[in-house]
């Protein structure tokens, strides 16, 4: 009995070993498969996490490269080729170079940069030179300076400033005086030309908006705030054709005073106030650094340029619209500077101008003695409508894309189509 007991007591135990050998053999595998399987799904995690800290790192970088680049591209930027200004012979686009910028004492005590830039086009010897502060000066190449005796280079200096003081002065000084000038070395009149030459004078730069411009509105002129709004109205169909470039010149600017009224209308991408007189532009760039209005230009981009308007320093077909405002009167080329005014224009581009007839100007000669009067040396002199017609067809515009009236008693309002 003990012994039967016994043995049925060790066949149970081995028979529920035997049923617990399996299970505990299972179990061990599903704890070897989960074990396997999380440390596979931590390696995932963690090769995720690397790669997502690789991406973030290379994203840093990236930034960083960009970064850098900006700030590189402020300290020394690359060369850029200018979509409207070119050499005024070749009529080449320029590649704009950014050659220096320094910061100084600007308007109200804030800090204004002063940026340097050089221009040249491929192929051209000739160089060019500007600053942010002044304006770019495409009249005039720069001059590689020659070798001279300290002595030689203060005779040549004091002699520039001598005729420099004399050519400023010369268009006020009535002709006998000017003869009489010259004998004692001043030569410098035998250049002048006295309808371009009047206003390089800073004196009459210093008044022309202090009373010089109001004369004009006894000729019929409309004001300068409706001349913006007639030549801003005739322009907008051009501009709605060039969203992309909206680029306007204001030739013959004098100080500004429709550059500036262009430029903050916001209408345009890019305004550019244009003049001969380099006087005229410095007065220019003092009432924009004056005016906060224009320090704040959201759209605008507004530049002034030295040129010649019977050379103008533009490319061909990149010009939206040009504005002459009381100005064809003043310039010495006619046919010149109506042909490259059509040049520039793109097909399509609106010239808007003002200008007086002779009329106006014969009163002036009343006062001034006769026929032989300043006045008739200083200014053109338009007969009839049909005369300034048919110099804006020689141009290059067609007789029916040609618009022109008379504001009684004399002003002469040109509008013109390419």
Same mark, same amino acid.
């Given at each position: ?12 135990? &081995? ?29 995932? #995690? ?141 030569? #410098?009149?035998?250049?002048? #030309? ?33 001349? &913006? ?148 040396? &200083? ?40």
């Amino acid at each position: 009995m003990t012994k039967r007991w016994i043995f049925s007591v060790l066949f149970l135990t &081995a028979t529920c070993c035997d049923a617990f050998v399996a299970p505990v053999s299972c179990l061990h595998s599903t704890l070897l498969q989960n074990t396997v399987s999380e440390e596979i799904d931590i390696t995932s #995690v963690a090769l995720s996490s690397v790669a997502s800290s690789s991406e973030q790192l290379s994203e840093v970088e990236l930034e960083r490269a960009r970064q850098k680049k900006i700030i590189l591209g402020i300290l020394n930027p690359e060369p850029t080729r200018d979509p409207v200004l070119a050499d005024p012979i070749t009529k080449e686009p320029l590649v704009v170079n950014t050659k220096s910028g320094t910061y100084f004492g600007g308007d109200n005590g804030r800090l204004a940069r002063r940026t340097k830039y050089e221009m040249k086009s491929v192929g051209s010897n000739e160089r060019y030179e500007g600053t942010s502060q002044t304006y770019y000066n495409l009249l005039e190449p720069v001059k590689d300076s020659e070798t001279t005796s300290d002595s030689s280079s203060r005779e040549a200096l004091t002699a520039a400033a001598r005729d420099g003081i004399a050519r400023n002065l010369m268009p006020l000084i009535p002709s006998p005086l000017r003869s009489a000038m010259a004998t004692i070395g001043l030569n #410098v009149g035998e250049d002048l #030309v006295p309808m371009r030459d009047l206003f390089t004078s800073p004196a009459v730069s210093y008044a022309y908006e202090r009373g010089w411009r109001d004369q004009f509105r006894t000729a019929g002129f409309p004001g300068e705030d409706e001349e &913006a709004r007639m030549a801003m109205e005739y322009f907008s169909p051009a501009m709605a054709r060039s969203m992309d470039t909206r680029a306007l010149v204001d030739m013959s600017c004098a100080t500004g005073l429709f550059t500036r009224r262009f430029a903050k209308s916001e209408k345009y991408k890019r305004v550019l106030g244009c003049d001969y007189s380099a006087s005229m532009l410095e007065e220019a760039r003092r009432r924009i650094q004056a005016d906060s209005a224009l320090s704040n230009l959201k759209e605008t981009q507004l530049d002034l340029v030295r040129l010649d308007v019977g050379q103008i320093p533009m490319q061909s077909n990149s010009v939206d619209a040009l504005h002459a405002g009381a100005a064809m009167h003043c310039w010495p080329d006619l046919p010149g500077a109506a042909s490259e005014i059509h040049r520039v224009l793109k097909p399509g581009g609106r010239y808007f101008a003002t200008t007086f007839l002779s009329s106006w100007f014969r009163g002036l000669q009343a006062t001034e003695g006769g026929a032989n009067g300043p006045s008739k040396k &200083a200014f053109q002199y338009f007969e009839s409508v049909d005369q300034l017609r048919n110099l804006m067809e020689m141009g290059g515009f067609s007789h029916d894309k040609i618009n022109i009236e008379i504001l009684q008693p004399a002003c002469v309002v040109i509008r013109c189509e390419k």
